[in-house]
């Protein structure tokens, strides 16, 4: 499994993180985008101290186009995993999403709706949704490389999971949850970082309600 870890501003959680993979022995990727210099610097240092890569894509880079790099910049595992910079997982939960992301050759999430167990097992829950119904959370999910889709880059923030949640089960793809490994989600950074992306949540709805026939 190689972990990326999108990020778009200074995160004090993502040293956390970055820790936890390192203490599972599961590479990670920050994959940095619409930074200041002090910033990037700052997240450039975190992961070089957590022996972690770092990827730059400069400015004005879409959420979804920095996930579809993401995506990229795992196709050489068999496994990917995205984890935003604002969680934290288990180390022991790596493992577990890995084998069952292998076994199942379907998507896999980190339970958002389940506390951060200190001994994490595996309990998969299909499910067909996301976070708002299912627990699948577009923060923390891996997913077979060579089968996943890409996201679709006309979103802005929200609904952008749910588009690629809805195109994952129409391809056939199987999506779970696994219920014993939680997630602990600060407050969003992304939110933070681009206040903005609020303002375009009625156009994203629009946007996937229009493309899956709702509403």
Request: with cysteine; hydrophobic share 35%.
């Amino acid at each position: 499994m190689i972990v990326t870890i999108p990020t778009c501003g200074e995160s004090p959680y993502l040293g956390r993180l970055l820790e936890s993979c390192a203490t599972a022995g599961v590479p990670a990727i920050v994959v940095i985008n619409n930074t200041n210099a002090e910033q990037y610097q700052s997240l450039v240092a975190t992961a070089n101290d957590h022996m972690a890569q770092s990827v730059d894509l400069g400015n004005d880079i879409n959420l979804y186009a920095a996930w579809n790099k993401c995506i990229d910049l795992t196709s050489r595992d068999g496994v990917g995993a995205i984890l935003n910079d604002d969680i934290y997982v288990h180390p022991d939960s790596f493992a577990r999403i890995e084998k069952s992301v292998r076994t199942t050759e379907g998507v896999v999430g980190w339970d958002a709706w389940g506390p951060v167990s200190e001994n994490p097992s595996s309990h998969l829950r299909r499910v067909n949704g996301t976070y708002r119904t299912h627990g699948l959370a577009g923060f923390a999910f891996a997913f077979p490389t060579t089968t996943a889709p890409r996201f679709d880059e006309k979103y802005t923030w929200w609904y952008g999971d749910d588009d690629w949640v809805a195109r994952c089960g129409r391809s056939g793809l199987p999506l779970y949850v696994e219920s014993l490994c939680g997630v602990h989600h600060h407050t969003s950074t992304t939110q933070q970082a681009r206040p903005w992306v609020t303002e375009n949540v009625g156009q994203d709805k629009e946007l996937f309600e229009s493309t899956w026939g709702i509403g």
